[in-house]
């Protein structure tokens, strides 16, 4: 057992060797580019595989140590990723994936809230709505301890069934089939509302979502919107690219995004003299992050836009998915982000005006897609400042 051990350490070392001197580096300088920190940490990797007379699991050891190397960072956007976690990330962020359509929430701790369900997806095929709960998945009850992975558990090959045992919203329980299947996410959805306002309601900033945000406004436009406010709440960001198309489409030539990395190179994103020239607002909340909130900020610079809702967190990092070796990952900040005119939204946000909050049953109606544009307090806030 000890030889084995010894082996993966030797041949863990040689392949951080002839990673280096594949650039022409010496053995000595390989060494020396490690840095002490860097040596302390293989050696202790040795000591451990090579000395420890106790019983351990090798893999619970390795994903410790590097989540706990990403948690010592200090920066709540950075994390580690087991390779079953990196992969439902990598999967989610191609807004396609195979599993039953939902999105749950975070509580309770012993189930597993129903917020939003696909249309034509096969939840609602099988009767499930928001503010249900599931409580156990092919027959094993959800608890704090195993929730994650029922979670993940939901999920599987598409044309299998999955059994859960759900909580109606009148507390009644009952047990529902549901066949997975592979589900296509749609990222944007416009209606126009009344007075010629066109609503489009963008849900992430991942792949696709350019396209179908500037189909959603060339519709609009066509119908004859006098004036356009986009939806943000509850949007989690997503990708630099898809985030400056649109900004791009939309916003007058000038500067959009400028990125600097943590050695000072910088990346500057332009816009074009084409854009869509009508008056516009955007609707945030408290869960408006990232790409979501950075959009607000730069339509209101840019164009004058009216930012409605509630105060965002002030996210000002960008983040890169890096697969380590094993297939974990780990998603780290990697460069802080400004708008056009050089302005950070780290610790701050966007301040809306108007500023206004919704309560809690009309949060969670806003969630649920229930809440109509006449019952919407922000939604009606940033009609009447477009006036």
């Not at 030889?3 to 392949?15: D, F």
């Not at 890096?322 to 400004?338: K, M, N, V």
Request: aromatic share 6%; net charge negative.
């Amino acid at each position: 057992m000890e030889g084995k051990k010894k082996r993966r350490w030797k041949t863990l070392l040689l392949a951080v060797v002839c990673f280096v001197l594949g650039g022409g580096v010496t053995l000595t300088v390989a060494w020396q580019a490690l840095g002490q920190d860097g040596q302390a940490l293989l050696q202790a990797y040795r000591l451990v595989t090579g000395k420890f007379v106790g019983e351990y699991d090798q893999r619970t050891m390795v994903e410790s140590t590097l989540e706990n190397m990403v948690t010592a960072l200090g920066d709540r956007w950075s994390g580690y990723l087991d390779p079953q976690e990196a992969q439902q990330v990598k999967t989610a962020r191609a807004n396609t994936y195979v599993g039953i359509g939902v999105t749950v929430g975070q509580e309770p701790e012993d189930g597993l809230e129903i917020l939003r369900v696909t249309e034509g997806g096969p939840a609602q095929a099988a009767g499930l709505a928001p503010g249900e709960i599931i409580r156990g998945v092919d027959g094993q009850t959800i608890t704090a301890e195993n929730r994650a992975d029922l979670v993940n558990a939901i999920q599987g090959e598409a044309g299998t069934t999955v059994t859960l045992e759900v909580e109606g919203t009148d507390g009644a329980r009952r047990t529902v089939e549901v066949t997975r299947q592979e589900i296509h996410g749609l990222t944007a959805a416009w209606t126009m509302l009344a007075d010629q306002v066109g609503l489009v309601n963008i849900q992430n900033f991942y792949s696709g979502t350019a396209d179908l945000v500037r189909q959603g406004v060339e519709e609009l436009q066509a119908q004859g919107a006098r004036a356009l406010v986009f939806d943000l709440r509850n949007n989690p960001g997503g990708y630099v690219t898809e985030l400056t198309e649109i900004l791009d489409f939309l916003l007058p030539e000038g500067t959009i995004f400028i990125s600097r990395t943590n050695d000072g190179e910088e990346t500057v994103y332009t816009s074009d003299a084409a854009c869509v020239d009508l008056p516009m607002a955007v609707l945030v909340n408290a869960e408006s992050y990232s790409a979501a909130e950075f959009f607000a900020a730069e339509l209101r610079e840019a164009a004058g836009a009216v930012v409605a809702g509630e105060q965002t967190s002030g996210k000002g990092y960008s983040q890169m998915l890096f697969t380590l070796a094993d297939g974990s990952a780990i998603s780290l900040s990697t460069a802080r982000y400004y708008t056009g005119s050089g302005i950070s939204l780290i610790g701050t946000g966007v301040t809306p005006e108007p500023l206004v909050a919704l309560s809690q049953e009309e949060a969670q109606r806003l969630l649920a897609g229930t809440l109509s544009p006449e019952e919407d307090p922000q939604l009606q806030s940033a009609l009447e400042a477009l006036g």
